[in-house]
C-alpha cells in the first residue's frame, strides 16, 4: 500500500506533468481576472448612463415628455381633471442631477361607476393604445401602473378624497442641467388640461 502512494506521487514529479498543472492554473486566474474586470466595466456603465445619459433633454423637452404623455393619457381615458402640477425631481438624491419631469393630477371618478370597475377600464383603454401594463403599486387600492416611450405612470383612487383619483407620471432621467438651487414647489399646469369641463 505504502510503496502504490508512493508511486501514484511520482507522476506529480513528472516535468510534463508540472508544466501541464502550472498552465491550467495560470488559465483559471487569467479567466477569474477577466470576468471581474467585465462584471466591474458593466456595472460601470450602467452607473455612468444615469450619470451622462446618451440624448439628454433640456428643460423644456423634459417637461413637454411628461405634459404631453399625461394629457394624451387624460384624452385616452377621459379623465375628468380636477388639479395638475409639473416639477422636476432628482433621479440621484434630493437635489443633483439628472432629473426627471414629475406630473402629479387629480381627477374626478365618476359617481355612476363602481371604482374598480372604473379603473379597469381606464387600464384596459390605455393598453389599447400602446401602453403596457406593470406590476400593481403596492400601497394603492385599485392602482395601475402603465409604461410607455419609457415614461411611467401609476394610476389610483384618491387615498383622502373617495371621488377622486390620481395621475402620477414619471419621465426618464435625461435632463442633466443643474436645478440644485430651484424650488421644490409644484408648478400649477391644471389649465394645460382644461380642467373644469
Same mark, same amino acid.
Given at each position: +500500500?505504502?510503496?502504490? *502512494?508512493? #508511486?501514484? *506521487?511520482?507522476?506529480?514529479? @513528472?516535468?510534463?506533468?508540472? *508544466?501541464?498543472? *502550472?498552465? $491550467?492554473?495560470?488559465?483559471?486566474?487569467?479567466?477569474?481576472?477577466?470576468?471581474?474586470?467585465? #462584471?466591474?466595466?458593466?456595472?460601470?456603465?450602467?452607473?455612468?448612463?444615469?450619470?451622462?445619459?446618451?440624448?439628454?433633454?433640456?428643460? @423644456?423637452?423634459?417637461?413637454?415628455?411628461?405634459?404631453?404623455?399625461?394629457?394624451?393619457?387624460?384624452?385616452?381615458?377621459?379623465?375628468?381633471?380636477?388639479?395638475?402640477?409639473?416639477?422636476?425631481?432628482?433621479?440621484?438624491?434630493?437635489?443633483?442631477?439628472?432629473?426627471? &419631469? %414629475?406630473?402629479?393630477? %387629480?381627477?374626478?371618478?365618476?359617481?355612476?361607476?363602481?371604482?374598480?370597475?372604473?379603473?379597469?377600464?381606464? +387600464? $384596459?383603454?390605455?393598453?389599447?393604445? &400602446?401602453?403596457?401594463?406593470?406590476?400593481?403599486?403596492?400601497?394603492?387600492?385599485?392602482?395601475?401602473?402603465?409604461?410607455?416611450?419609457?415614461?411611467?405612470?401609476? /394610476?389610483?383612487?384618491?387615498?383622502?378624497?373617495?371621488?377622486?383619483?390620481?395621475?402620477?407620471?414619471?419621465?426618464?432621467?435625461?435632463? /442633466?442641467?443643474?436645478?440644485?438651487?430651484?424650488?421644490? #414647489?409644484?408648478?400649477?399646469?391644471?389649465?394645460?388640461? &382644461?380642467?373644469?369641463?
Amino acid at each position: +500500500m505504502v510503496r502504490h *502512494a508512493a #508511486a501514484s *506521487a511520482d507522476w506529480l514529479r @513528472a516535468r510534463g506533468i508540472r *508544466a501541464v498543472l *502550472a498552465a $491550467a492554473l495560470v488559465t483559471c486566474l487569467l479567466l477569474g481576472g477577466a470576468v471581474l474586470l467585465v #462584471a466591474n466595466r458593466d456595472r460601470a456603465s450602467s452607473a455612468n448612463s444615469l450619470e451622462h445619459p446618451v440624448r439628454p433633454l433640456d428643460d @423644456a423637452a423634459t417637461e413637454a415628455q411628461v405634459v404631453d404623455k399625461a394629457k394624451q393619457i387624460v384624452e385616452i381615458a377621459g379623465l375628468r381633471t380636477t388639479t395638475a402640477g409639473y416639477l422636476l425631481m432628482s433621479c440621484k438624491n434630493r437635489d443633483d442631477p439628472p432629473y426627471q &419631469g %414629475t406630473v402629479y393630477l %387629480t381627477f374626478a371618478l365618476p359617481a355612476e361607476t363602481p371604482a374598480d370597475r372604473y379603473f379597469r377600464d381606464v +387600464m $384596459a383603454a390605455l393598453v389599447s393604445h &400602446g401602453w403596457t401594463e406593470g406590476l400593481p403599486p403596492n400601497d394603492q387600492v385599485f392602482g395601475r401602473t402603465l409604461s410607455h416611450d419609457d415614461v411611467t405612470v401609476i /394610476i389610483y383612487r384618491h387615498r383622502d378624497e373617495v371621488g377622486a383619483g390620481v395621475l402620477r407620471l414619471y419621465g426618464q432621467c435625461r435632463n /442633466i442641467n443643474d436645478h440644485r438651487r430651484d424650488g421644490t #414647489a409644484w408648478v400649477d399646469i391644471t389649465s394645460q388640461f &382644461g380642467a373644469g369641463r
